[in-house]
Structure formats: structure tokens, C-alpha cells
């Protein structure tokens, strides 16, 4: 009966390995994952074969995060040989039928040991077979190689934006590449990888790449509606106001009457021109705002004290102002 269970544990054995090398390239030549991506598959084309699915993802904190597989490949190697040895312990483990009938100092049969020559070729052979298809498998990550930036863009943003430079072209063109790269990702990224052996699944790590993109959009939007609702509309507002109430303040004798024309004609031919610029350049921020695909600000009932909402107001009467206090001069 050893002999028997010796035998099975043989045929388990090479059935384990025949398995294995239904994914050996007698040429070595394994299709790469650049290469499979930009094949044209027909209805004659074949799928590579695939019998274990790994998935691609990103981990780690912001600073330090990277792309790999949710498993580790080594680990998905080791654990694929040991099942050759969970074989043979399974196998050791059947006892003797006689030790219900007699006492026996030996419990079980035959035992296999892991040094046996049938179990180290076996071993061997499997692992050169995982070898090579995972050296192939470990290029996908480089699919990924232009995207890989994306996961270090936090810190640029935020030393970029720190230096309150507002620029519509340098927002434009950043804003836009975050664009270009989603659309990129969606045309050139599948959503899964047929391997010789793995299926590799990245349709979530796609997504995740996505939502980066969109996630770094969203903080250049939000900067520049801070910019303009709030920095920049306050700013020209208080100027406006700073004029307005500069010409309430009647003069009392000559001098302050010579001050008075003085700041009248700085304000009609300096402060105003600025004034106008400034404002002009709001509008087109918010027409560049329009233009860009995110949430568009919304107008409500509760945006009656919003900065740009009561510049809009002060502004509008700031010519007649000017004009009243050209008057009052005469």
C-alpha cells in the first residue's frame, strides 16, 4: 500500500507540473504587456492563457506613494511551489490501515520526504516556469511609467500656488495637461492584461489615476475662485471704497481743497485706469473659470455679501462718483 501511495503522490505531482507547463515558451519568448495592449485581436486571434488573477494599485502615503501589485510577486511564487510540499504532507498524513488491528510502532505509511528527488525537480521546474512568466509580468508596472508623476503632484501644486503668482496661462496650461492625461489614460490604459498566465486587472487603478487628475484640478479651481471671489474682489472693492470716502471728506480751507483736485486727478487718470484693469481682469478669470470642466459657481440667495457680488455693485457706481466729485471741485 506505500507503494501505492507513492505512486499517487508521483502522478499528483506531475499533474502539478504538467499543469505548468502548459505556460512554458519552448523559445523562451514570452509575450510582453506593451505588446499585448497594442495587438489587434480578431475572432481568429487567441487569448493568452491565464489562470491566476493579480490586480494592480497605489499605495502608500502622499509623499511616498507608488504603483505595484496588490500582491506581492515573490510571495504569489513561493506560495504556488509550496503547494508541492502541501501535497506531500497531505500524503504523509494517511495511516496505516493495520493499526486498528495490532499495535505498530510506525503510524502512518511511507513517508515522502521533501528532499526526494521527484519533489525537488518538481520545485525547480515549477519555479523556473513562474520565473520567467513573473519577469514578465513585472513590466506592466511600466505601462504606467508616463502616470507615475501624477502621485507626486500634491507638493508642486501646493509650492506653486504658494507663490500667489496668478497667471491665467501657467493655470491654463497646467489645468489642461491634467486634462490631456485624462484622456490619455482612458484611450491608451485597458482595463485588463491577458498575460501568458496572469490576468492583470487595472481597471480601478486606472480610475484611481483618474480621480488624481481631477482631484488636482480641483485645487487649482478652488485657488482661483479664492483669488477671485474673495483676494482679488475684496482688494478692488476697498480701493473703490478707499476713493469714495476720500470724496465725501468736504475741504475746509484751501489747502485741503488743493489736495482734494490733487486726488481727483490722480484718481482720474491713474487710480481709475488701475481700477478698470483690475476689474476687467476678474471677468476674465470667471470666463476662464467657465471654460474649464468642473462645477461652475453658482449664484444663491446667500451670496449677497460674496466679495465679487458687491464689488460688482461699488464698481458700477464708481463713475458717477468721479463725476460728482469733478462738480463739487467746479
Known amino acids: 500500500m506505500s507503494n501505492q501511495v507513492r505512486e499517487l503522490a508521483t502522478k499528483s505531482i506531475n499533474s ?11 523559445d523562451g519568448k514570452y ?16 487569448f493568452e492563457q491565464t489562470f491566476l488573477t493579480l490586480k494592480l494599485e497605489i499605495v502608500g502615503k502622499e509623499k511616498e506613494q507608488e504603483i505595484r501589485f496588490e500582491k506581492d510577486l515573490s510571495e504569489v511564487r513561493n506560495k504556488l511551489v509550496e503547494i508541492v510540499d502541501l501535497m506531500i504532507e497531505r500524503i504523509n498524513r494517511i495511516s496505516r490501515a493495520d493499526t486498528q488491528i495490532a499495535n505498530s510502532s510506525k503510524t502512518h505509511l511511507w513517508d515522502i520526504e521533501k528532499k526526494d528527488e521527484i519533489v525537488i525537480k518538481a520545485k525547480d521546474e515549477i519555479k523556473k516556469i513562474l520565473d520567467e512568466n513573473l519577469e514578465i509580468t513585472k513590466k506592466t508596472l511600466n505601462i504606467y511609467d508616463n502616470f507615475v508623476f501624477l502621485l507626486r503632484e500634491g507638493e508642486k501644486i501646493r509650492e506653486f ?19 490631456e492625461t485624462i484622456i490619455l489614460i482612458k484611450e491608451t490604459c485597458p482595463y485588463e492584461i491577458r498575460l501568458n498566465m496572469f490576468l492583470i486587472q487595472t481597471e480601478e487603478l486606472n480610475n484611481r489615476l483618474v480621480e488624481l487628475c481631477e482631484k488636482h484640478i480641483q485645487t487649482y ?19 473703490i471704497r478707499d476713493i469714495q470716502n476720500k470724496f465725501s471728506n468736504m475741504p475746509k480751507d484751501t489747502k485741503a481743497l488743493v489736495q482734494s483736485d490733487e486726488f481727483y486727478k490722480d484718481v482720474e487718470n491713474r487710480e481709475k485706469q488701475i481700477i478698470m484693469h483690475r476689474y476687467q481682469d476678474l471677468i476674465e478669470w470667471l470666463m476662464f473659470l467657465q471654460m474649464l470642466p468642473q462645477p461652475k459657481f453658482q449664484e444663491t ?10 464689488l460688482h455693485t461699488i464698481y458700477q457706481g464708481l463713475p458717477q462718483n468721479i463725476e460728482k466729485q469733478a462738480q463739487a471741485l467746479d
Open 16 to 26: 502539478y507540473v504538467e499543469f505548468f507547463r502548459r505556460f512554458k515558451r519552448a
Open 301 to 310: 440667495q446667500e451670496d449677497e455679501k460674496n466679495p465679487l457680488l458687491n
Open 161 to 179: 500656488l504658494e507663490k500667489k503668482q496668478f497667471n491665467r496661462e501657467d493655470f491654463e496650461k497646467r489645468i489642461m495637461s491634467y486634462i
Open 31 to 46: 509575450p510582453t504587456p506593451q505588446e499585448i495592449v497594442k495587438r489587434d485581436y480578431d475572432p481568429d486571434t487567441p
Open 221 to 239: 479651481v478652488n485657488a482661483i475662485k479664492n483669488y477671485v471671489y474673495v483676494d482679488e474682489a475684496s482688494a478692488v472693492s476697498q480701493s
